[in-house]
């Protein structure tokens, strides 16, 4: 008996778990080849469940309290081969605690776009976010269908099976809505509860209680996002006219920082000579009166012809006798053709242009 006793005093005599992290969803309770005493005290927290499994069968699940483990108070026990003899013989069984605290905060959304057709755009590509939280409502579904025998299973373990089956519900149902994009976000709301009317079983069905759910946004490719928002910005301004003057002002000061040659300074000189009239069409509150009947047209300015300065090279008027940038004088040149011509001749000699006109 000396040997018995001594023997039995290794058997676990406390069995509780005080949980670590917010992450751990089913904790198996470590016990050498899993013996427990006579009389062993289970403690069982709020917001914990604990289930007893013996040869992959649960054999009873305890709720919050603090339980003193005997062959009499458990009957449901005695089914195991080690119980007909109570706890005086080894008693060997799987003690798996849960935790049943809401996981709040839980992100979602759908890795791949999801096609949908629009009233308004047409075909149009979409992404959706969102958050939702859940709670362990069953242990031995939980068990039965998605943790069974790891010593631990946690939050993240069960998100890569959740994402797939929200994402896919969320699809189904974004296209059975027909809400148009732009009325989506004032019907977030009734997607997300729609939504989670749809999940609800499948969470049930895992031992899950879906407790909220949450469409943060639904959001279009960058390429569709930009094309939708030139197609904002045309509404704002007006017409396509304006949106053209608009956008030409914008890059003014792109292209004054980025000059390319005498090429980039005439352009930029032809542009800036209309920069006013393209300001006041785009911004004025309105376009000019239309010019009378038989009138023609007003002509834009015609951009001043250039010449590269003979000191410092950079781009000046034609015919001009200095340079206004370094002040060097310079030789005089054909207006046409812009090459050097003899003083005082009265046609060029390059291309006969006839000088003075």
């Known amino acids: 008996m000396a040997l018995w006793d001594g023997i039995k005093t290794q058997f676990i005599e406390v069995i509780e778990w005080t949980e670590a992290s917010d992450e751990v969803l089913a904790y198996r309770f470590p016990v050498a080849n899993h013996e427990f005493k006579d009389g062993a ?17 649960v054999a009873d699940v305890f709720a919050a309290g603090r ?11 005695t089914k195991l081969e080690s119980w007909a003899y109570g706890f005086n013989s080894p008693f060997k069984a799987e003690v798996y605690f849960f935790s049943t605290r809401q996981k709040l905060g839980q992100r979602w959304g759908t890795r791949q776009p999801i096609t949908f057709r629009d009233a308004e755009f047409g075909s149009v590509q979409a992404r ?7 709670h362990l409502a069953d242990p031995r579904k939980f068990y039965t269908e998605i943790s069974g025998t790891r010593e631990r299973f946690t939050t993240e ?23 148009p994009f732009l009325d989506l976000a004032a019907n977030l709301q009734a997607l997300a509860t729609e939504l989670r009317d749809a999940l609800g079983a499948a969470f049930e069905g895992l031992g899950l209680a879906l407790d909220s759910f949450v469409v943060e ?16 910005a045309i509404g704002i301004v007006g017409n396509m006219e304006r949106f053209a ?3 030409a002002a914008k890059s003014i000061p792109d292209a004054a920082k980025n000059p390319s040659g005498l090429a980039g300074l005439g352009a930029g000189v032809a542009v800036g000579a209309g920069v006013g009239q ?43 006798a200095f340079c206004r940038f370094c002040g060097a004088k310079q030789q005089l ?6 090459k050097p011509i003899t003083p005082g001749s009265a046609f060029c000699q390059h291309c006969g242009n006839k000088l003075g006109s």
Request: hydrophobic share 40%; glycine share 10%.
């Open 217 to 232: 946004s639904v959001s279009l490719p960058d390429a569709l996002q930009e094309a939708l928002h030139t197609r904002q």
């Open 67 to 77: 339980y003193r483990l005997t062959s009499a108070n458990l009957p449901i026990l």
């Open 333 to 338: 040149a054909c207006g046409a053709c812009h």
């Open 245 to 247: 003057q608009y956008q």
């Open 157 to 179: 373990d069960l998100t890569d099976q959740l994402i797939p089956t929200i994402a896919s519900v969320a699809a189904s149902s974004l296209a059975r809505s027909q809400v």
């Open 41 to 57: 005290q289970l403690t069982v927290r709020e917001s914990q469940l604990a289930l007893f499994v013996d040869q992959g069968q």
């Open 128 to 134: 959706m976010f969102g958050s939702f939280s859940y």
């Open 278 to 320: 393209l300001m006041g069409r785009a911004f004025g509150g309105g376009a000019e009166p239309p010019p009378a009947a038989g009138t023609p047209a007003p002509q834009p300015a015609a951009a001043p012809s250039l010449v590269a300065c003979t000191g410092c090279g950079k781009g000046i008027e034609s015919g001009s």
